[in-house]
């Protein structure tokens, strides 16, 4: 079943701007994933962060998580037009083979 | 590596015909497959999990009789979706992982236009 909800459904900046999205969820998980899908394709796998994590940053992305409050935050710097597409969390709760629950999404646009 | 490919990328189809899709994991042995189903604008949802050599799990409200899923070897599961309708029409992705199972690695996706 769905869990994650991502906050805001759709954000549209500049280049250069940064791009925060922010996740929550409502049951105890083992980690927590960030994933990019351009239109009508495969997902990019961006960071995975664990439960006993707080922050973890990959070249522009930085992820935080916090278990207390049930949410994830992740941080694009100094964006680009390529940045554009959806970016989705997923949690896993290692309950059901480690199959992921998907937010809804945020739709990223970020223009020239 | 752990690359993930599926095939078709894209196909159309009559209603009422079987359609279908291959997931093979080229560079891995995938212990276990996922296939999940995406409609426009909207989140990816887990219809079933499949282990190599054994029966797939099925979430509540997919039909397993519909949505057939072979994980016959472990780089390969196939998901046949039986006298397809036009509301079955939809992306269509699989996900494999390995030795650790807290990573998932996504196919591209197929395609499904029922028409």
């Known amino acids: 079943s769905q869990q994650g909800e991502e906050d805001p459904q759709a954000l549209s900046i500049q280049e250069g701007e940064n791009a925060t999205m922010n996740c929550s969820y409502k049951?105890?998980?083992?980690?927590l994933q960030w994933y990019r899908q351009n239109s009508g394709r495969g997902l990019v796998h961006l960071i995975l962060?664990?439960?006993?994590?707080r922050e973890k940053h990959s070249g522009r992305l930085r992820v935080t998580l916090d278990t207390s409050k049930k949410s994830s935050s992740l941080l694009i710097t100094a964006s680009r037009a390529a940045d554009t597409a959806s970016y989705f969390c997923?949690?896993?709760?290692?309950?059901?083979?480690?199959?992921?629950?998907f937010g809804k999404g945020t739709s990223l646009l970020v223009t020239p | 590596g752990a690359v993930v490919s599926q095939h078709p990328s894209w196909v159309i189809c009559k209603s009422g015909t079987s359609v279908k899709i291959e997931c093979r994991s080229l560079?891995?042995?995938?212990?276990?497959m996922f296939w999940y189903r995406q409609f426009p604008k909207q989140s990816l949802m887990l219809m079933a999990t499949?282990?190599?050599?054994?029966?797939?799990?099925?979430e509540q409200g997919v039909e397993k009789d519909k949505f057939l899923i072979n994980h016959a070897s472990l780089t390969l599961s196939t998901l046949t979706v039986t006298s397809a309708h036009p509301e079955d029409s939809s992306f269509y992705i699989c996900?494999?992982?390995?030795?650790?199972?807290?990573?998932?690695?996504f196919g591209p996706g197929t395609r499904l236009t029922v028409l």
């Open positions: 996900s494999a992982s390995g030795q650790r199972r807290d990573t998932q690695y």
């Open positions: 049951t105890s998980i083992n980690n």
């Open positions: 962060i664990r439960s006993n994590e």
């Open positions: 997923a949690t896993d709760a290692g309950n059901s083979g480690y199959a992921l629950n």
């Open positions: 560079d891995f042995q995938a212990t276990t």
């Open positions: 499949s282990n190599e050599g054994s029966k797939a799990t099925y």
